[in-house]
Nanobody, 124 residues
Framework: QVQLVESGGGLVQAGGSLRLSCAASGRTFSSGAMGWFRQAPGKEREFVAAISWAGISTLYADTVKGRFTISRNTAKNTLYLQMNSLKPEDTAVYYC?????????????????WGQGTQVTVSS
């Protein structure tokens, strides 16, 4: 089992920045790919970013490419999402997720463990 706990969400003005963290425990953190997803009110959950087990390969949704950066620190068992130039449409609950595979994927079906989520609200 893997336990994931997100933190770092909050209220920020458009153009601002936030850094989300996801603390992992339970199994070897470095053995699988990790990802961030988000869900806005009334919308389906969508892929945001993912990173390989080694932290070398990354994937981003087109909507966040160039603004968000995913990274991981295996020594601290922590996943990060640096979010810059935030827009009101980035408002959502953000979830971190852990996959059994080593390579990043955009498919939420490939992620077997999920955190409880952290709210990000961007005001205009």
């Amino acid at each position: 089992q893997v336990q994931l706990v997100e933190s770092g969400g909050g209220l920020v003005q458009a153009g601002g920045s936030l850094r989300l963290s996801c603390a992992a425990s339970g199994r070897t953190f470095s053995s699988g790919a990790m990802g961030w997803f988000r869900q806005a009110p009334g919308k389906e959950r969508e892929f945001v970013a993912a990173i390989s087990w080694a932290g070398i390969s990354t994937l981003y949704a087109d909507t966040v490419k160039g603004r968000f950066t995913i990274s991981r620190n295996t020594a601290k068992n922590t996943l990060y999402l640096q979010m810059n130039s935030l827009k009101p449409e980035d408002t959502a609950v953000y979830y971190c997720a852990a996959a059994l595979s080593t390579q990043p994927t955009v498919s939420d079906g490939e992620y077997h463990y999920w955190g409880q989520g952290t709210q990000v609200t961007v005001s205009s």
